[in-house]
C-alpha cells in the first residue's frame, strides 16, 4: 500500500493514497489511530498531493481522525486537494469542518 | 457523431479489492462518449458508491456477487448496480443524506447523495432478504 506519513514535533502528516475508497479507508483508519496513540498530535495534516480519487468512504476516515485529535486539543487541516477531492469535500460539508489549503 | 448504441454487463465478488477495478472498468466503457474530466469522475464516484453499498450493506461484508450492467444510448449513460444482498428496508430513509445504519464503521451516510449529486437521475429498487438494484442515469456532453 502507498502510505506514507512523518512526524515532526507534534505534527503528524499523513500521506493520503492515490485512490481513497472504502478498502483503502480500513487501512488508514487502523494506521492513523495507532500513530494518533502512540504519538502526541496537536496538530494532524492530511496531504492528498498523490490523491487522484475519493468517495464518501473518505469522509468517514477524515472525521473520525478529526475527532480523535481534537479530543486532545489538537488541530487538524487537509492539503493539497484535486478538483475531483474538492467538490467531495464542499458536497460533504467537510470544507466546513475542517481547514483546506 | 453517429448515433451510439452499446452495452456490457459484468459479475464480481463482493470484495473490497474490486470497487477500483469496476470504477475503472465502468470508466473505459464509457469513454467512447468522450466525457471531459469531471463526467469521468462524477460517473465513476458514483458507481463507486453503490459497489461500497452493495459490499458493506447488501453482503455486511460476508461472501457475495456484484452485477453491473451498463449501456450507452445516444449521449445517456444507464449503469445498473445489483446485489442480491439482504436488501433496504425503508429507502427513502436510506436516501437521505447523513442517515447511515452503520455509524460505527464510519459511514458518512453520503453515499445515496453523491450518487445523486453526480448522476442525473437516480433509482433504487429493492426488497428485503433479495437484493437491490441500484439504476443511475447521466447524459454525457450536456454543457
Aim: aromatic share 8%; charged share 25%.
Amino acid at each position: 500500500m502507498e502510505y506514507k506519513f512523518e512526524k515532526d514535533y507534534g505534527c503528524l502528516m499523513l500521506k493520503m493514497p492515490r485512490e481513497l475508497d472504502h478498502h483503502a479507508a480500513e487501512y488508514i483508519k487502523e494506521e492513523a489511530d495507532s500513530l494518533i496513540l502512540q504519538y502526541p498530535v496537536r496538530s494532524l495534516v492530511f496531504d492528498f498531493s498523490d490523491t487522484q480519487f475519493m468517495d464518501s468512504s473518505g469522509i468517514g476516515v477524515i472525521i473520525g481522525r478529526c475527532k480523535n485529535v481534537r479530543f486532545s486539543g489538537g488541530y487538524v487541516k487537509a492539503v493539497n486537494l484535486n478538483e475531483q477531492i474538492q467538490r467531495v469535500f464542499q458536497l460533504s460539508g467537510l470544507m466546513k469542518i475542517i481547514d483546506v489549503e | 457523431m453517429e448515433h451510439l448504441k452499446n452495452e456490457m454487463k459484468m459479475e464480481f465478488l463482493a470484495i473490497s479489492t474490486n470497487e477500483g477495478f469496476a470504477r475503472v472498468a465502468v470508466g473505459a466503457f464509457v469513454a467512447e462518449l468522450n466525457p471531459t474530466v469531471d463526467e469521468l469522475a462524477d460517473i465513476k464516484t458514483a458507481v463507486s458508491e453503490a459497489v461500497t453499498n452493495c459490499i458493506i450493506h447488501g453482503y455486511e461484508q460476508k461472501e457475495g456477487s456484484v452485477w453491473i450492467q451498463c449501456s450507452i444510448q445516444g449521449r445517456q449513460v444507464e449503469i445498473s448496480v445489483t446485489d442480491t444482498g439482504k436488501g433496504i428496508r425503508d429507502i427513502e430513509k436510506a436516501r437521505e443524506p447523513l442517515f447511515t445504519t452503520k455509524p460505527e464503521l464510519e459511514r458518512s451516510g453520503m453515499g445515496f447523495a453523491f450518487m445523486e449529486a453526480f448522476m442525473d437521475e437516480v433509482e433504487v429498487v429493492s426488497e428485503p432478504w433479495k437484493g437491490t438494484c441500484v439504476t443511475m442515469r447521466k447524459t454525457i456532453g450536456e454543457a
